[in-house]
């Protein structure tokens, strides 16, 4: 977290902690609720992609095995209409 930091007039360089600031990072520690909320927004970004790369692995799986089954269906069906079945 940045530090936050009040210069005081006419002391050049001089700092002093804004007691409102110490008061916040003593509530949140490290975490501030900015870190939280970019954390959760990450982390349903990935929960996002990856649902999407599973749904289209899955219709392409469904996809390919639906093909098989028409190629074995037009098979068994030209093998019966030769007369071999």
Known sequence: MNQFTQERPGMRGVEDTDAE?????SRFGDQ???????????????????????????EKVVRI???????AWWSAMATCRRGRL
């Open 21 to 25: 600031v110490i008061v916040f990072r």
């Open 32 to 58: 501030t609720p900015l870190d939280e909320l970019v954390r959760l927004g990450a982390q349903e970004m990935l929960t996002a992609a990856l649902e999407h790369e599973v749904q289209s692995f899955l």
């Open 65 to 71: 095995a639906g093909m098989r089954r028409a190629i």
